[in-house]
């Protein structure tokens, strides 16, 4: 069965997201298992929510490694505020 239509990624992301927030952290930083280019999806989501992505190390991005597909939440009560909710 194929669970996308479900928007569990997006609930298990924003609960997290949630939690993280009730501890008093306001920022996230992440990696895209595979890359973005190799899972859209996950990229797609986490835009979604307000991640940005970092630019490379070569093209003056902060990280040495891992050197792509790093994104970025400056603000997490903001990115929850923000992100339009729907009925799965």
Known sequence: KNFRSLHLGAFLLGCTL??????????????????????VAAAKLYSRFGFIAIPRHSEGGPFARPDKDVFVLGDIGSALHDVPWRAA
Do not use: R
């Open 18 to 39: 949630a939690k993280a927030h009730d501890k008093c952290q306001d920022h996230v930083v992440l990696h895209v298992a595979g890359g973005k280019s190799k899972n």
